[in-house]
């Protein structure tokens, strides 16, 4: 039985030596992921720092079997994700930077299907996507206008209650608080923070905000060029990059171990988008 | 937090039927949403079928064979808006999820293709029937129809059965919408397009070149038109039918494993050269 092979296993996630590329021409690649390894234990949350283009959707996307990896192998609790996805679906859900929905339906008619496709009746999700957005701070009276005339930072937060709707063991999260405003963003932190003390799940947050990785995450690793060049607790990493007697921010740390900040990494990939 | 969860312990068989009903019902919340334009539609359908009508009304002849006339163009013109329907209805909703986005949550949640499918197909059946009563009983008003003898119960049994390969032909469109929505309805509109040339929906495919009469062959519709004129112009009973029914169900027995597993190729086809991803 599936179930009780997931709640004994020892990991949430282990990645051994992913590589994926894309096709960009004829025999031109972009390498999003290059023998990338991590495992994740059950109840902890990491965190993957890194510039645009460094491979984190990618990372995602692979583990929530929507991107078949080159090579590697992904375990989700302790079942191999590649070769039995649909095993493992019902386990974990995604919520990713761009909210997608069908914008003409309603938020509650869009969750009300996503529950379903996870075999969560009406019955049961109703009061749940009652007590989720309430408790991250959504308008309960706006829950039946089409979600075309939602904020994004509203539809962000149907995009973590579809996700939230559903139990999972494992979450993804692909810059879930980027284009939110402060007091949404603490809204959907003070969630994560909330799901993080029930012990209940494992999450796996993709982010360019510093703070929030700090504050939120047990472990911290850094993406670049596709490679995790980096992967520690947050003291870890910033006593190893400790070069005076004052221990460097994280952002410091960032600096030393990529070479560059967060924005001009940033800079720099838009720069090399222009020019290819 | 989250403290009423969803349970986790459902059998498979009962979480697959859940989503059925799931994928049914999104389709019903978007035929509400437009639900303008699917009366726009609907009048602009019937209105076809009034205009095709009155070709028949013309053609001049007794009034015994006007009455046959119309009701053969009537009876095509009905059963194409409800297969193309069908056919339609699946390939629209899966270029759709391609533009919304929501392609990548249905793919990563636990529910089948085959789930995706019958909940679709179900949908599609199902308002498809409803849009033909509505239809029928304008057309009504309008014409002297020859179905003194008409075996309805028999046409609706062929119709029954075409539906089935329909649903299967519109999975294996939808690959084409999958792997690309632009270009991918451009096909699938030829495909439509194609079936209505060759099916013989408002004439007997005899008038067809030669070389395009075989096509006729392995058109769904066509069979289906031809068993459902003969039951309702002629009163045949739909055993009289075989030769219509076996290719049907040949079909609705090939068709939709066809289309699933022409879908799952192309679904795992875009995983792996990340064709499914927009943004982000
Ligand atoms: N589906 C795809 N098709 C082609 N190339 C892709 C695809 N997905 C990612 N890439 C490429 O792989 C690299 C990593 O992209 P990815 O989206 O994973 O980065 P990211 O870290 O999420 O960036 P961002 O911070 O902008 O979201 C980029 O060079 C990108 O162009
Ligand atoms: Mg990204």
């Not at chain 2, 949403?33 to 001049?60: D, H, K, Q």
């Amino acid at each position: 039985m599936t179930l009780e092979k997931i709640q004994r296993a020892k990991h949430a996630l282990e990645l051994r030596n992913i590589d994926k590329r894309f096709k960009k021409g004829r025999k031109d690649y972009a390498y999003a992921l290059k023998s990338v390894s991590l495992t994740l234990n059950r109840g902890e949350v990491v965190g993957i720092l890194g510039p645009n283009g460094s491979g984190k959707s990618t990372l995602i996307r692979v583990i929530s079997t929507l991107t078949l990896p080159d090579s590697g192998e992904v375990d989700v609790f302790g079942i191999d994700a590649v070769k039995h996805p649909k095993e493992v679906q019902r386990y974990m859900n995604r919520v990713s930077v761009e909210a997608s929905f069908f914008k003409k339906l309603s938020s509650m008619e869009n969750l009300i299907f996503g529950a379903k496709l996870y075999g969560v009746t009406d019955r049961e999700s109703k009061p749940m996507i009652r007590e989720i957005l309430d408790g991250i701070g959504f308008d309960f009276t706006r829950v039946n206008e089409p979600m075309e005339h939602l904020s994004r930072g509203m539809q962000q937060k149907i995009a973590l209650a579809r996700a939230l709707l559903t139990s999972p063991m494992l979450m993804l999260l692909d810059e879930p608080t980027t284009g939110l405003d402060p007091r949404s963003k603490k809204d959907v932190q003070e969630l994560i923070r909330a799901i993080r003390a029930d012990h209940e799940s494992s999450i796996l947050l993709c982010t360019h905000d510093m703070g929030e990785a700090e504050e939120l995450c047990d472990r911290i690793g850094i993406l670049l060029n596709g490679e995790l060049i980096a992967l520690d607790t947050a003291e870890n990493l910033k006593r190893q990059h400790q070069v005076g007697d004052r221990p460097p921010t994280l952002e410091e740390v960032f600096m030393a171990a990529t070479g560059t900040t967060l924005e001009e990494a940033e800079f720099e990939n838009k720069d090399e988008k222009k020019a290819a | 937090m989250h403290a009423a969860s969803a349970p986790l312990t459902k059998p498979g068989w009962l979480r697959e039927l859940i989503a059925v009903w799931g994928y049914a019902q999104r389709n019903y919340y978007l035929t509400k949403r437009y639900v303008l334009w699917e009366v726009v539609w609907l009048v602009y359908t019937t209105m076809n079928a009034l205009t095709i009508g009155f070709i028949g009304v013309g053609s001049g002849g007794s009034a015994e064979e006007i009455a046959r006339l119309t009701t053969f163009l009537l009876i095509g013109s009905m059963v194409w808006s409800y297969l193309s329907m069908i056919f339609d209805l699946l390939s629209e909703t899966v270029s759709w999820e391609r533009w919304e986005g929501t392609i990548e949550y249905t793919f990563m949640s636990p529910a089948s293709r085959v789930t995706q499918l019958l909940g679709m197909g179900v949908y599609a059946i199902v308002y498809g029937m409803a849009r033909v009563i509505v239809m029928l009983i304008a057309i009504s008003f309008f014409f002297d129809l020859s179905l003194g003898d008409a075996n309805y119960l028999g046409a609706a049994g062929i119709l029954a059965v075409c539906s089935v390969s329909l649903v299967g032909f519109g999975m294996v469109a939808a690959v084409m919408p999958l792997l690309s929505p632009e270009k991918g309805q451009q096909v699938t509109s030829i495909v439509t397009a194609v079936l209505l040339l060759i099916s013989g929906i408002y004439y007997s495919i005899d008038v067809l070149p030669g070389w395009m009469q075989p096509l006729a062959y392995l058109s769904p519709v066509y069979y289906a038109l031809d068993g459902i004129r003969e039951t309702l112009l002629e009163g045949q009973t739909f055993g009289s039918q075989w030769d219509n029914i076996w290719p049907l169900l040949i079909m609705g027995a090939v068709f939709p494993p066809l289309g699933l597993w022409l879908f799952q190729r192309g679904e795992h086809y875009a995983k792996r050269t990340g064709r499914l991803k927009r943004a982000g």
